[in-house]
Antibody
């Protein structure tokens, strides 16, 4: 199970940190992702962190502003979002890679999402 | 950057077959995954690595991938299949989604 939290309304230029609590599987074995969906729009991949935390990649739209991290001792994935813009408004999902110890962008489990609204 | 092209929408009669295409340059050389998303819900994986079904996904869902087009086929369409469908690949250390296809079952 994946449960996101930390969403809310934030002013442009401010920061927010999202969390994704994992349970029911060995979190440290899996690569994890953040994917977002603006209201009425399609899915947009945001970031990935490998199972061991050594590899992190970002979409161009968030590079330099967002940081993905993980705390395996807490079974939790994070997304630190800085310098937020109106276009960052979206439901943010965390998603798990299908297989252990792999990085191939294939998601078998998703959380239910947390809504981030960037507005003054 | 790599791009995936899907039709915005399509309709299928109840009990008939829907074929949703996903176009991309030499997509046949990549692994394509398909997700179903119903309103207000998180996406669900329905096909992985071109043509494999996760457990719990009906056999009515199938996939193929060749050349510049991948296809998700829904046979004997049911009302519950009405949803948005997204194709997705992994390219140059990034995840790429198609724009999504809204499927309406008539």
């Amino acid at each position: 199970q994946l449960v996101e939290s930390g969403g809310g309304v934030v002013q442009p230029g401010r920061s927010l940190r999202l969390s994704c609590a994992a349970s029911g599987f060995t979190f440290s074995r899996y690569t994890m992702h953040w994917v977002r969906q603006a209201p009425g729009k399609g899915l947009e991949w945001v970031a990935i962190i490998s199972y061991d935390g050594s590899d992190k990649y970002y979409a161009d739209s968030v590079k330099g502003r967002f940081t993905i991290s993980r705390d395996d001792s807490k079974n939790t994935l994070y997304l630190q979002m800085n310098s937020l813009r109106a276009e960052d408004t979206a439901v943010y999902y965390c998603a798990r890679e299908s297989d252990v110890y792999t990085i191939r962008g294939e998601f078998d489990y998703w959380g239910q999402g947390t809504l981030v609204t960037v507005s003054s | 950057s790599y791009e995936l092209t899907q039709p915005l929408s399509m309709s299928v009669a109840l009990g008939q077959t829907a074929r949703i295409t996903c176009g991309g340059n030499k997509i046949g050389s990549k692994n394509v995954h398909w997700y179903q998303q119903k309103p207000g819900q998180a996406p669900v994986l329905v096909i992985y690595r071109d043509s494999n079904r996760p457990s719990g996904i009906p056999e009515r869902f199938s996939g193929s991938n060749s050349g510049n087009t991948a296809t998700l086929t829904i046979s004997r369409a049911q009302a519950g299949d009405e949803a948005d469908y997204y194709c997705q690949v992994w390219d140059s250390s990034t995840v790429v989604f198609g724009g999504g296809t809204k499927v309406t079952v008539l």
